[in-house]
């Protein structure tokens, strides 16, 4: 399979994952701001490269998603694990990803491959959950934002995760009770 400039992006987006992180962790929030906008750019990118380019696949259909939840899920965690992130948002983060990463793998199971198109409440819900890093990058690195609007954001995020992974788990039981039929 060749490597297509989209594939790319998105494998650069998972490496970013780690790096992110360990700055949060380290303190160095700045680097980790810069690096988490570069990264969550080429979230859009890559797609519309895919398509412009006609190099979509089934390996960046897989990736893509992969590379989101890895970036968000080490920033939220180093957020939350150095304490400029609110713990609670980081947990509703995390457990609808295993629910929806446990939903998949048990459709899988019980009808073979099948695919679930992104939505437009995951798309959302990505945004809001990319968004709502930064802004606790910024507030980390150069200290006020305006706390009513901080709050706001972390309820809409948390209502958006929620309403998401219950859509996504809808969709996967209809696909799994089609398949099966």
């Known amino acids: 399979m060749a490597v297509t400039i989209p594939n790319l992006l998105t494998s650069l987006r998972i490496v970013a994952a ?29 797609g ?31 957020l939350a694990t150095v304490g400029k992130g609110p713990a609670w948002l980081t947990a509703t983060i995390v457990v609808r990803d295993v629910l929806i990463v446990s939903a998949v793998y048990l459709i899988y199971r019980r009808i073979g491959r099948f695919t679930m198109a992104p939505s437009l409440p995951g798309k959302v819900t990505t945004f809001l959950q990319m968004a709502t890093v930064a802004a606790l990058l910024v507030k980390g690195w150069r200290g006020p934002v305006i706390p009513f609007a901080l709050g706001g954001l972390y309820v809409t995020t948390a209502l958006a995760t929620v309403i998401s992974g219950i859509h996504y788990i809808t969709v996967g039981m209809r696909l799994a009770e089609e398949g099966s039929g």
């Open 18 to 46: 780690p790096v992110a992180g360990v700055a949060i962790l380290r303190g160095h929030l700045e680097v980790a701001l810069v690096l988490f906008v570069a990264a969550s750019v080429t979230d859009g990118l890559d």
């Open 48 to 78: 519309l490269l895919a398509r412009v380019l006609h190099q979509q696949s089934r390996l960046g259909a897989f990736l893509d998603p992969l590379a989101d939840k890895s970036l968000l899920l080490a920033c939220y965690v180093a």
